[in-house]
């Protein structure tokens, strides 16, 4: 049974049909999450979710506990998950209400984030060739599709530090890389899915077109772009969470060989963490 887990702003689990059925706290090994951990039901179907900023959004993009968040959702069972994330668009075909579901990840961070499990000891190898996995990213084109929202299948996201946007020359460089959407979360967030030998998808709901379009775009102008493409979310969680449940993604997790350490070198602590991620 695939159990599902949407990582994304607080206000996917006060849409429309969706209902919550219990709240989780965990701590884990590399300290809190992000906030609880609830569990919530829509068509009869139950999923997981976390506010990756918080209830609130009070955690700055740079101060994600990433670790954490896929540790605790990796404690409860949970081996899918699709980030519902609001991005800048780097291309014209991209435009504000559309989502794109990308299959690459450029990393433009500032090294600031912790990016791996393995540690303190500890040193493992998932390769990240193919970070989203294709197959649950097919499954949720094909939900989109029985919606009216505009999506684009592939591309790549790049994921820049923040909090702060791009200034226009930063904006058309990213553009000289052929990536497609540019945010500020989905990298470790990526990585470390397919460490925990999870499968990952990202939903980018595109808000604006970056600052590189000789249009000028508010926040303010953003947040009523966020707020109609969190009503498109709702409709894509109401087809997409009763399918998987209905069909099960099979798929293989590429961690199962990663850790290189010697057995006898390794802590009871690190011990027990690299037996979460692999189970």
Known sequence: MTKVAIIGGSGIYNLEGVETVEDYLIETPFGMPSGNIKKLMVENTHFYFIARHGEGHKISPSEINFRANIYAL??????????ISAVGSLKEEHRPGDFVLVNQFIDWTKGIRARTFFDNGVVGHVSVAEPVNLVLREIIKKS???????????GAY????????????????????????????????????????????TVAMVTDYDCWKDEHCTVDEIMKVM?????SASKLIKNLIPTLSESPLIFQAENKHAIMTNPALVSPEQEKIIQTLLN
């Open 158 to 201: 790049l994921c820049i530090e923040g909090p702060q946007f791009s200034t226009k020359a930063e904006s058309n460089i990213y553009r000289s890389f052929d990536a497609d959407v540019i945010g500020m979360t989905n990298v470790p967030e990526a990585f470390l899915a397919k460490e925990a030998g999870m499968a990952y998808a």
């Open 74 to 83: 990796k404690t409860l069972g949970v081996d899918t998950v699709i980030s």
């Open 144 to 154: 989109l599709e029985k919606t009216d929202v505009n999506h684009a299948l592939g």
């Open 227 to 231: 707020k109609e493409n969190y009503k």
